[in-house]
């Protein structure tokens, strides 16, 4: 395996990462917030979009 494609497969990684960890965030701040599966189900779809706005509004 090249270095390249090492450093490929940990950014790949990473990002999964990072989305699953900003979906499962969403859905919680959401759902300790608003006590509805639908919101929550909604905000975990928009993810870390989702968290930036509730930290600038709230």
Excluded at 1 to 15: D, Q, S
Excluded at 34 to 52: E, K, N, Q, T
């Amino acid at each position: 395996m090249k270095n390249n494609e090492k450093v490929n497969k940990t950014v790949e990684k990473t990002v999964k990462t990072g989305i699953s960890f900003g979906s499962a965030l969403a859905m919680v701040v959401s759902y300790v917030n608003w006590h509805s599966i639908f919101w929550a189900i909604i905000h975990g779809l928009m993810s870390w979009v989702y968290i930036v706005y509730y930290v600038i509004r709230y």
